[in-house]
């Protein structure tokens, strides 16, 4: 039983404790992963009982390289299409599904479907600990399943602290939000399961038919990371609103806290809200404060928490993904 979590950049101290089979909490330019030695099913199994995430959500094996995947992936059946977006995006926030070896990657990891998703991280300390290791590490988000997503070190400790023995500390993350999942349609076409980091109109500026998931697609089992109803939730109430203000909700000012893009709300005090992107409204601003932001309004024990929808594009959809599924539980 773990009692104490230590803080640190010792890279070849996490690695010790990957091959041992421990847990350790990793810095990527998204979010921090609780990380685990990819290919161990008693590694796999403690990630899920450390996290309470059920067994049929999907996890994300990351590589140092491209051409690490050979071993993991059946390169014969891999689209063209996704050998072009790994090359304009990868080392970077992008997540492919990708149809696995199944002899070498564990029904666990994938839910036992048929693609594995993978993806190749671009932070430093990330990529100086993949470069020490002989098998790919899989790490979903370092939270327990269903919370906020953490973005800070400070989030992984008051989360996990006790639970695992070591956070691999790399600062602030420097995207916010997870990254983009994408798989591929019958015509080997890109679809967007996961919107994040890397807009649609990015994948389409590399591929031109990338799409996001049809009605129909959504509607089956998840295939992939984050597709839950429900999720990057704070334990205060969320209502959305807006975006602006024409659409307000009525709120009771004494118990209410607020996040908003631009303006703070008339009416609370400056203390209960956070603004994401201060008269400028730079999405890129927003997503690098989102969860550390949700993180600081659900500590101050309010009885609800009232957060302005984004604009809908680029970004933009992937801020308001995770806003709607934080506001799901509610």
């Not at 631009?262 to 999405?283: F, H, I, M, N, Y």
Request: proline letters at 11%; charged letters at 15%; glycine letters at 8%.
């Amino acid at each position: 039983m773990i009692t104490n979590t230590t803080l640190g950049t010792d890279v070849a101290h996490a690695a010790a404790l990957l091959r041992a089979g421990e847990l350790v909490a990793v810095p990527t330019e998204t979010v921090y992963g609780l990380a685990g030695h990819g290919l161990r099913e008693d590694s796999l199994r403690r990630i899920f009982a450390v996290k309470g995430r059920p067994l049929t959500n999907p996890l994300i094996l990351h590589f140092a390289s491209v051409a690490q995947l050979a071993a993991y992936v059946r390169m014969d059946a891999v689209p063209a299409a996704a050998h072009q977006l790994l090359d304009a995006f990868s080392p970077g926030p992008l997540t492919l599904l990708l149809p696995r070896e199944p002899a070498v990657v564990p029904d666990l990891v994938t839910a036992g479907l048929p693609d594995v998703a993978v993806r190749i991280p671009a932070h430093a300390l990330i990529q100086e600990l993949l470069q020490q290791l002989d098998f790919p590490l899989a790490a979903p988000s370092a939270n327990p399943f269903g919370y906020i997503s953490p973005t800070r070190p400070a989030h992984v400790l008051g989360q996990l602290g006790g639970r695992i023995p070591y956070v691999l500390d790399g600062g602030p993350c420097q995207a916010g939000i997870e990254s983009t999942v994408v798989g591929f349609g019958p015509e080997g076409e890109p679809v967007v399961y996961r919107a994040g980091v890397i807009s649609l109109e990015m994948l389409q500026a590399v591929v031109p038919a990338a799409r996001l998931r049809s009605a129909p697609e959504k509607a089956r089992p998840a295939a992939s990371p984050g597709l839950l109803p429900y999720h990057y939730s704070p334990h205060t109430p969320l209502q959305l609103f807006g975006p602006g203000q024409a659409t307000l909700p009525p709120f009771d000012a004494a118990t209410t806290g607020a996040l908003t893009l631009r303006e703070p709300l008339p009416g609370l005090p400056a203390d209960r809200q956070v603004v994401l992107s201060p008269g400028r409204g730079d999405l890129t601003e927003a997503a690098h404060e989102l969860y550390a932001a949700l993180h600081h309004l659900d500590s101050l024990g309010l009885g609800q928490l009232l957060a302005e929808r984004l604009p809908d594009t680029r970004l933009g959809l992937a801020l308001n993904e995770r806003l709607e599924k934080a506001a799901a539980r509610t």
